[in-house]
């Protein structure tokens, strides 16, 4: 029905659907089960800061009129913690939209943009959207970062280098040394975009923020960061980036929608930044159930790769699809991963203890492990 006539792009064809996974209500329905653990899309138990309750009693406004464009407040806000002038943040509809903005800024066609494998979908999806070659460095066997294939995918010099840090769905990180090494390894012509949307729960181990590094270093960047996970805002959509200069920042605000972050989600920011108590009980409920899961599933006798996220990834011997669509029937939600190569493998989210316990039984019982 829609070949070659079909006005669609082949750079959309070429993208897979985004694999969201099911909502709590859709899992309650298909699978009549009452208590839920929703463990595939990294949120935070704990939610939101209570002071926000305060800010939901006041919506009017902020829902009648236009956001602010520039968002001011917040960006200067960010720029003090980063300790870089205002004219150096941007803000994003979630860092997705980031990601958007930079491939759509950046990439032509034909232009390699380099990442690390299995990644973040999206990295890839957005620089095939513009016609972009996507090169995968894909992870060591025991499942870390492969240096030397990252430093050599470098060296070709890309016109983009995408890559998280911690990684996700594999929680495995750069260490201080590590990024040092890759930076000395990145030619000028390379836009370097480091995605930190875990760096919060990364605090105290030895897997530093990229900013500090290439501040005073001749290259373009942009890091980017979000509310969705250690400050438990997913819903609202919003992230930012710490940009190289502010003639970049420019051109990413150009190439973005005006009001691309929306009131409510500007004001929630500024809130939540207040409130380091709650990121600090958020992270610490993340830190301490993820070890509690990884022993638990060490004895399960699964594959675990390192992690410094809210999350664990590990494999068995059976296809993850399968097993995941039992964990479902028992009220857990996790993310069954699908790219070539990680078939067996499933990321899980560290939820509250109840959910992670609902995990583990489930896990228990439709393994017979
Ligand atoms: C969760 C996540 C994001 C965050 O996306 P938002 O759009 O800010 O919700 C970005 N990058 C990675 C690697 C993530 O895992």
């Keep these: 029905m829609s070949l070659p006539s079909s006005p669609v792009r082949d750079e959309i064809r070429a993208i897979a659907p985004y694999n969201a996974g099911l909502t709590i209500e859709e899992v309650r329905r298909r699978y009549a089960v009452t208590e839920i653990a929703k463990l595939g899309s990294n949120e935070n138990p704990l939610g939101p800061a209570p002071a926000l309750r305060h800010l939901f009693s006041d919506i009017g406004e902020l829902a009648r009129l236009y956001p602010d464009p520039e968002g001011r407040a917040l960006r200067v806000r960010l720029a003090l913690d980063f300790a870089v002038s205002a004219d150096r943040v941007v803000l994003g509809n979630g860092s997705e939209d980031l990601i958007a903005?930079?491939?759509?800024?950046?990439?032509?066609?034909?232009?390699?943009?380099?990442?690390?494998?299995?990644?973040?979908?999206?990295?890839?999806?957005?620089?095939?959207?513009?016609?972009?070659?996507?090169?995968?460095?894909?992870?060591?066997?025991?499942?870390?970062?492969?240096?030397?294939?990252?430093?050599?995918?470098?060296?070709?010099?890309?016109?983009?280098?995408?890559?998280?840090?911690p990684m996700n769905p594999v929680g495995a990180w750069l260490t201080s040394s590590?990024?040092?090494?890759?930076?000395?390894?990145?030619?000028?012509?390379?836009?370097?975009?480091?995605?930190?949307?875990?760096a919060e729960y990364a605090d105290g181990a030895d897997c530093p923020s990229a900013v500090a590094l290439l501040e005073g270093s001749d290259l373009s960047w942009a890091v980017l960061r979000t509310f969705s996970k250690a400050y438990g805002l997913a819903g609202l959509r919003i992230g930012y980036g710490i940009v190289s200069d502010a003639a970049l920042t420019g051109f990413l605000d150009r190439s973005r929608t005006p009001f691309n972050t929306n009131a409510i989600a500007q004001a929630a920011a500024l809130v939540a930044l207040e409130d380091r108590d709650h990121l600090r009980r958020s992270v610490e409920l993340a830190v301490g159930e993820r070890e509690r899961l990884r022993a638990a599933l060490a004895v399960l006798g699964f594959r675990i790769a390192p992690s410094l996220g809210n999350f664990l990834f590990f494999g068995g011997e059976e296809e993850s699809g399968a097993l995941a669509e039992r964990l479902l029937a028992k009220g857990v939600i996790v993310k069954p991963w699908k790219q070539p190569g990680f078939e067996r493998f499933l990321r899980v989210s560290i939820g509250a203890p109840r959910e992670n316990d609902q995990f583990l039984g489930a896990l228990k019982a439709v393994t017979g492990r």
């Design 178 to 198: 590590r990024l040092a090494a890759l930076l000395s390894a990145i030619d000028p012509e390379t836009v370097l975009v480091v995605d930190e949307a875990y």
């Design 101 to 165: 903005v930079l491939c759509r800024t950046i990439l032509r066609p034909g232009d390699v943009m380099a990442t690390l494998y299995p990644s973040f979908p999206l990295h890839e999806d957005y620089a095939v959207l513009m016609g972009g070659r996507v090169e995968r460095v894909a992870v060591t066997a025991d499942l870390d970062v492969d240096m030397e294939a990252l430093i050599a995918a470098a060296r070709r010099k890309p016109r983009l280098l995408m890559l998280s840090n």
